[in-house]
């Protein structure tokens, strides 16, 4: 993966960031196969109970993080503030150490989730992110990553290190998957005729549960749509805009397909503090232009 960066003269500083995430994700992936569940007697911002894989997760990558020399401030789906490192820091980064923790003990896929940012603010619309990425713990643990410059994935190998699967992913103009969350009964005009019409266009339903894996799934598979609407009863969504949404709008949009709340693109939405949420539909291009149409016609 150093190696990679390098061949394409990413910054040095970047580069030891992305590479130290990497590393991270060894002691967390480590911690996911030996570690024991439980809960750690802590809640996060949101009042979910965290798992002491949670925890555990966040502490491996501020420690990493903090040791880079790099980094202006740090902000975490665990913690209720945003941590400031360095003010003189180059970096910033926006992530959800451990997306998925409930499905650990049932054994399903989980991941880490990254949004970098130059510079201390955060709080800054995802177009401005200079990177993300995503560490998937699932049967392989793979990172996919980018830095402007296409989407690439890679996989862990039996010496723990990564190794290039694949450069520049494509997401097709349309796709014949979807992942659909949450409560169907609960899904507003537009979005109820966007799952009908992929039903009946023979879409094949593939939900995971885990926001990761089937974002992973899009982008490797090459098609399909994964989406979190606005429902009656949780208007904003459920997924937050700075952990979750940002970085995977970014990975996506940089493999040619699109993301967006249902009227506007993910990564020109500005965060209004680190409690954001937002619907989401992302995936291949026509497939998201397609229930931002529905939500015209049927909701305005």
């Known amino acids: 993966m150093r190696r990679h960066l390098r061949e394409r003269e990413e910054d040095r500083d970047l580069t030891r960031v992305i590479c130290e995430l990497a590393t991270a994700s060894r002691y967390i992936i480590n911690s996911i196969r030996t570690g024991e569940l439980g809960v750690a007697g802590t809640s996060n911002l949101y009042g979910e109970s965290q798992l002491k894989l949670d925890v555990l997760a966040d502490r491996i990558i501020r420690k990493r993080m903090t040791h880079t020399g790099v980094i202006a401030s740090i902000a975490s789906e665990e913690d209720g503030e945003i941590q400031i490192i360095d003010p003189d820091g180059k970096y910033s980064l926006a992530f959800d150490p451990l997306d998925g923790s409930s499905l650990v003990d049932v054994n399903l896929a989980v991941g880490t989730i990254v949004g970098i940012y130059k510079g201390a603010d955060v709080l800054s619309p995802g177009r401005e992110m200079i990177g993300a990425l995503y560490v998937l713990y699932g049967p392989r643990c793979t990172l996919v990553y980018s830095t402007g410059n296409g989407t690439h994935e890679f996989a862990m190998n039996a010496l723990m290190e990564y190794t290039l699967v694949q450069e520049n992913i494509q997401i097709a103009e349309q796709?014949?998957?979807?992942?659909?969350?949450?409560?169907?009964?609960?899904?507003?005009?537009?979005?109820?005729?966007?799952?009908?019409h992929l039903e009946e266009r023979g879409s094949k339903l593939r939900y995971s549960g885990g926001f990761v894996p089937d974002i992973n799934q899009v982008l490797i598979k090459g098609h399909g749509v994964f989406l979190y609407p606005h429902l009656k009863n949780l208007p904003r969504g459920k997924l937050r805009l700075l952990y979750e949404l940002n970085p995977m709008a970014f990975l996506v949009e940089q493999a040619g397909g699109a993301a967006s709340n249902g009227h506007q693109r993910i990564l020109d939405l500005v965060p209004e503090g680190i409690e954001h949420r937002e619907p989401v539909f992302i995936g291949s291009k026509a497939d998201v232009a397609k229930v931002e149409e529905l939500i015209r016609a049927l909701e305005s």
């Open 175 to 196: 796709g014949n998957i979807y992942a659909p969350g949450g409560t169907r009964n609960q899904y507003t005009p537009g979005v109820e005729a966007f799952v009908s």
